[in-house]
């Protein structure tokens, strides 16, 4: 029996990346899931790959009329909603905060917050009555840390982590969790699409994205999608019951800090050491408290 056998989700940005492979995931374990994306026909094919116990609806996060409508739709077809991954993204505004533009700002916020606000509150509206219920919210380390996004995404980010707190704390004697997760670097079409690519051509990117990430995260390899999704399966699913209002972190240590050797590296390039003089001085420490 799947760990979400018979249960309902919505997965906003389903059509791609780390929502598409939720999709799969949940599917696996038996969900039934309703594809939420603007991306059609992405979504559609997604959908028909997966068959029945999936639909694609086009669903623009940032307008509270087609969220409204996927739960409604999730309600109309299978009769409940147990889980809204909250999940649409995309980069947004950048450039130097004295330059900001505040139409691209507002649009930014409409996706990663109001977004989120609204699928929270179109499933705190099913989810109320059957006193039981997931929401997960895709955060990003860019919210726990400077230097991983634009500076208005990582913001938005930081705000969706703060948001999920207090949503938990409002929601928890309805019986419904609220938790965000924070992905590391994580290989997706997320950064083509910030280069305007989408289709074949993004997907093109990607293994020379894995590439140029490999070695950023202490663990030796970039992230991928399955690794957000299997954290979002687990907190979707009763395994997590005692779960809510955390910021889970998948990233691979990335935010762990920084590593000592390279910190060592650098002082002994100050102190002029040569690598045989600093190699001789960490051997040395070894004996070091003895
Ligand atoms: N890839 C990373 O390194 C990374 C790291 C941290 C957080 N995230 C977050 O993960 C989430 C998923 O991104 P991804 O990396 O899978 O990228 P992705 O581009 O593969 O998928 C994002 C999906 O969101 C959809 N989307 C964008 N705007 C939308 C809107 N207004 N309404 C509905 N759907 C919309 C896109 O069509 C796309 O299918 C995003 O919230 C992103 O900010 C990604």
Redesign the pocket.
């Known amino acids: 029996m799947g760990r979400l056998e018979g249960q309902v989700a919505i997965v906003?940005?389903g059509?791609?990346?780390?929502?598409e492979q939720t999709v799969r995931t949940f599917v696996a374990e038996g969900a039934r899931v309703v594809i939420?994306?603007?991306?059609e026909e992405?979504g559609h094919h997604l959908a028909e790959a997966l068959g029945t116990q999936t639909s694609f609806l086009r669903?623009?996060?940032?307008e509270e009329a087609d969220v409204a409508g996927a739960v409604d739709h999730a309600l109309a077809k299978w009769g409940r909603l147990d889980v809204m991954f909250n999940?649409?993204?995309?980069g947004g505004v950048g450039g130097p905060i004295d330059e900001l533009d505040m139409a691209a700002y507002d649009q930014t916020m409409a996706?990663?917050l109001r977004?989120v606000v609204i699928g929270a509150k179109h499933a705190a509206r099913a989810m109320k009555p059957a006193r039981r219920g997931v929401i997960l919210n895709?955060s990003?380390?860019?919210g726990l840390q400077a230097g991983f996004g634009p500076v208005v995404y990582s913001a938005a980010?930081a705000a969706v982590a703060h948001l999920s707190r207090c949503l938990a704390v409002e929601l928890a004697e309805f019986g419904i969790r609220v938790n965000a997760i924070c992905?590391?670097?994580?290989v997706?079409?997320?950064f083509a699409?910030g280069m305007g690519l989408s289709g074949p051509a993004a997907d093109a990117l990607l293994p020379r994205i894995d590439a140029a990430l490999a070695n950023w995260a202490p663990l030796g390899r970039s992230?991928q999608?399955a690794d957000i999704a299997n954290a979002a399966l687990w907190l979707a699913s009763d395994e997590a019951s005692y779960v809510t209002g955390q910021a889970i972190v998948v990233d691979g240590g990335l935010t762990a800090g920084r590593s000592l050797e390279e910190f060592g590296q650098r002082l002994a390039a100050a102190m002029g050491l040569t690598p045989e003089q600093w190699q001789a001085m960490r051997e040395a420490a070894r004996g070091a408290g003895r």
Do not use: E
């Not at 669903?59 to 940032?62: I, R």
């Not at 999940?87 to 995309?90: D, K, T």
């Open positions: 906003t940005g059509a791609s990346g780390i929502g939420a994306d603007v991306q992405r669903t623009n996060v940032a999940n649409a993204g995309f996706v990663l977004g895709t990003s380390v860019a980010k992905p590391g670097v994580t997706t079409n997320i699409a992230g999608p």
